[in-house]
C-alpha cells in the first residue's frame, strides 16, 4: 500500500525515461493535437504505429498498459454506442424498430474508440509512465515560470504538489494505523450498505484530519526554520537542462505531425464526419 | 571516552547569549500564559549544552525564541555579540540569517522533511538560501557524509526508519553550514538503535566540526554525554552546571520531576552500599560505567558473580 505513492510511475532507463520533463510534456500536448488533427484511417494507423513504436521503446510490460486502459473502458463503451446508433449515412447495415446502423457510424465508432485509446496510452506513454511525480512537478514548474509575472502562483502550486508527493505515503499509513486501531475495539468497514460504512469511516477521518492538521503545523514551522520564504530568490539544486535525445524526441514527433497532415489529405481512405 | 571538551570550547566569546528573557503564549480568550521568565543564559562557541525540564517548562519556547520562530516579550538575544531581538524588532534580513546561523532538527521525524527523496531534502535549506547549483551539490554530498546517510541519497524518504529520517533532517541544516544546531528533543520518538546513531552524529558534529549543540532531550543518558547541563523548571532556569555537577545532586533533580541517569543512580547506590565503592569523577555511560563497576569490585576484592 505504501507505493502508491510512485502512482503510476515505472522507473527505467529508455530514451523516454531519461528526457527532459519540460520536453516530455510539449510532446504530449503536440501529441494530444495531433490525435486530433489526424482524420483518416491512414493518419490514424500511423499515428498507432508510433505510439506503439514509443510504448515498445519504454521497456514496460504491455499488460501494464491494458491496465491503464481498463478505467476508461465506460468511456470507450459509451462513445461506440453513440457513435453506432447515432450517425446517419448512405449505406443501411442493418435495421431494427428504431435502429439504424449504417457503415458509417460502424467506421466512426472504431475511429473514436482508436483515438480515445490513443489519447490514453499516449499520456500514459510520454507522461505518466515514463516520469517520476517529483520531475513532473519540476518541468510543470519551469514551463509555468512566465505566468509568476501575471502573479499566477507557479512556485506555491509545485510546493503544494511536493508536500503532497511527499505526505501521501505518510498519511496512507496513517489512515492504516487509525483504521486497524479502530477494528481492534470493533469497528467494522466492510459490511452494511454505503452509508452505514461511510459512517463507519468517520471515527478514522476526524484522527486522520486532526492529526493531518498537526503535521501541516509542524511542517511550517520546520520549512521556516530551514529559511524558507517563498520562490523568490530561491535556486535549485537540479537544474533542468535540454539534451540531445529531447531534440531528436521532438524531431521524431515533428516528422510524425508531419505525416499525419500528408496523410489526412492524401491518403483520406476514409475520413470521421 | 568521554573527554571534557573545556579547551576547544571558546569561553570568552559566547555564541549566544540572552539576558532576562520572557515569553507568553495568548490564547484564544486573550489569557496569558507565560512560558518562560526571565531566563539569562550565555553558551560560548562549539558548546554542548543539554537542557532538562519536565513537560511544560519552556524548552520548546526557549528554542523558538533562539532561531526567532518566536519573538521575546521581554529580553535580549545576541547572536555572536549582535543584538538579534529585542529591544528593537528585528527585521526579515536579520532572522533569516540567524534562522541560517542557527538550525533546528524538531521533534517528530516525519514532520520536517519537505521532499520525497533525500538529496531533494538536504538540498530544501540550501535552495531557500539561494545557493548556486553546484555549490548545492557539493554542500548536499558533504552533508549526507557527515551524517552517515549518502549511500541513501536518492532513497525514497518515506521508506526510511525514524533514526535515518532525524539523520536526513540534520544533514537538511548542515548543508546550511550553521554554527549552532538545535535538537528539540530529536531522539525521543526513536528506537535506542536510532537513538545512538542519532547521539553518535550529533557528537561528531560537535566535536569535529566545532557546531555549538542545543540538545533538549528528557534522556538524562544524553544528557550526560554534554559539556554543560541547563535545567529549565516552570519557565525559569533552576539549574546548570557541568553533567557531574547536576547529577550529583540527585534530590534537586527529584525536587523537579527530573531523575539522573540510571548509571549514575547506580553508581550512587553502591556507593552507599558497598564500602570502599567509589564514585568516579564523570559520568559514564552504561558500558563504561559496567566496566568501572567491575574494575572497582576487583579492587575491592568483590566477585561480581
Ligand atoms: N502554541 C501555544 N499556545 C499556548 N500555549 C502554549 C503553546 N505552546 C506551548 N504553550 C505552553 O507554554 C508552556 C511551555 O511550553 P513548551 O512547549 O515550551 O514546553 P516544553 O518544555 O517544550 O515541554 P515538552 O517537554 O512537553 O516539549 C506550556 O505550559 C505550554 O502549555
Ligand atoms: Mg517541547
Redesign the pocket.
Known amino acids: 500500500m505504501r507505493d502508491i505513492t510512485l502512482g503510476q510511475y515505472f522507473p527505467g532507463n529508455s530514451a523516454l525515461h531519461k528526457m527532459d520533463p519540460r520536453a516530455k510534456l510539449i510532446l504530449t500536448v503536440i501529441f494530444i493535437v495531433v490525435i486530433f488533427v489526424a482524420r483518416s484511417v491512414s493518419a490514424l494507423l500511423l499515428l498507432s504505429a508510433v505510439t506503439i513504436g514509443m510504448m515498445c521503446s519504454t521497456g514496460i510490460s504491455p499488460r501494464v498498459y491494458l491496465r491503464g486502459i481498463k478505467p476508461i473502458m465506460f468511456v470507450i463503451v459509451f462513445t461506440t454506442i453513440l457513435n453506432l446508433f447515432m450517425t446517419r449515412g448512405d449505406e443501411l447495415l442493418f435495421e431494427w424498430g428504431i435502429i439504424h446502423i449504417y457503415r458509417d457510424g460502424v467506421n466512426n465508432a472504431i475511429l473514436m474508440v482508436v483515438r480515445i485509446t490513443l489519447l490514453v496510452l499516449g499520456s500514459c506513454v510520454f507522461l505518466s509512465y515514463t516520469t517520476s511525480p517529483i520531475s513532473l512537478t519540476d518541468g510543470l514548474e519551469s514551463l509555468l515560470r512566465p505566468l509568476s509575472k501575471i502573479h499566477v502562483p507557479v512556485h506555491e502550486f509545485s510546493m503544494i504538489m511536493t508536500i503532497a508527493l511527499r505526505f501521501i505515503p505518510t498519511l496512507i499509513e496513517e489512515t492504516d494505523k487509525i483504521m486497524s486501531a479502530q477494528k481492534a475495539r470493533g469497528a467494522d468497514f466492510s459490511s452494511g450498505g454505503l452509508i452505514k460504512r461511510a459512517k463507519a469511516l468517520l471515527p478514522v477521518l476526524i484522527p486522520l484530519f486532526v492529526s493531518a492538521f498537526k503535521r501541516a503545523d509542524e511542517l511550517a514551522v520546520a520549512m521556516e526554520c530551514r529559511c524558507y520564504r517563498g520562490g523568490e530568490g530561491r535556486t535549485r539544486m537540479k537544474v533542468l537542462r535540454y539534451h540531445a535525445r529531447d531534440g531528436v524526441m521532438l524531431g521524431i514527433m515533428a516528422l510524425t505531425v508531419a505525416a499525419v497532415v500528408i496523410a489526412n489529405i492524401y491518403v483520406p481512405i476514409y475520413r470521421l464526419r | 571516552m568521554i573527554e571534557n571538551n573545556e579547551n576547544s570550547v571558546d569561553i570568552k566569546t559566547p555564541f549566544i547569549e540572552v539576558r532576562d528573557l520572557a515569553f507568553a503564549?495568548?490564547?484564544a480568550d486573550g489569557r496569558r500564559?507565560?512560558?518562560?521568565r526571565g531566563v539569562s543564559l550565555s553558551i560560548p562557541k562549539g558548546q554542548f549544552v543539554a537542557v532538562l525540564?519536565?513537560?511544560?517548562?519552556?524548552?520548546?519556547?526557549?528554542?523558538?525564541l533562539l532561531n526567532m520562530i518566536l519573538l521575546p516579550d521581554k529580553g535580549e538575544i545576541y547572536v555572536d555579540g549582535e543584538l538579534v531581538s529585542s529591544p528593537v524588532e528585528p527585521d526579515e534580513d536579520t532572522i533569516f540569517a540567524v534562522r541560517r546561523r542557527i538550525g533546528m532538527v524538531h521533534?517528530n521525524p516525519d514532520n520536517q522533511i519537505v521532499a520525497s527523496v533525500v538529496e531533494e531534502d538536504v538540498a530544501f535549506g540550501p535552495e531557500n538560501l539561494g545557493v548556486a547549483p553546484d555549490e548545492i551539490r557539493r554542500r548536499v554530498d558533504a552533508s549526507l557524509d557527515a551524517v552517515g546517510m549518502r549511500e541513501y541519497a536518492l532513497a525514497t524518504t518515506s521508506h526510511l526508519s525514524g533514526g535515518q529520517k532525524q539523520r536526513v533532517a540534520v544533514a537538511g541544516v548542515i548543508a546550511m553550514l550553521p554554527e549552532c544546531i538545535i535538537f528539540?528533543?530529536s531522539t525521543s520518538m526513536l528506537d535506542p538503535s536510532g537513538r545512538r546513531d542519532v547521539m553518535k552524529t550529533i557528537q561528531y558534529l560537535n566535536r569535529e566540526r566545532g557546531i555549538t549543540i542545543i540538545h533538549?532531550t528528557?534522556d538524562m543518558s544524553e544528557a550526560a554525554l554534554a559539556d554543560r547541563v541547563v535545567v529549565?523548571s516552570d519557565?525559569e532556569l533552576y539549574l546548570d552546571g557541568t553533567p557531574d555537577e547536576i547529577f550529583s545532586r540527585p534530590d534537586k533533580l527529584r525536587a523537579v520531576a527530573l531523575d539522573v541517569p540510571q548509571s549514575v543512580s547506580l553508581l550512587h547506590e553502591l556507593a552507599k552500599s558497598v564500602e570502599g565503592f567509589r564514585v568516579p569523577d564523570c559520568i559514564k555511560d552504561a558500558e563504561e560505567c559496567a566496566e568501572y563497576i567491575s574494575m572497582e569490585f576487583d579492587r575491592l576484592g568483590i566477585s561480581a558473580r
Request: net charge negative; no cysteine.
Open positions: 503564549y495568548e490564547d500564559h507565560e512560558a518562560l525540564g519536565h513537560n511544560g517548562s519552556g524548552k520548546s519556547t526557549f528554542a523558538k521533534q528539540d528533543e533538549i528528557h529549565l519557565g
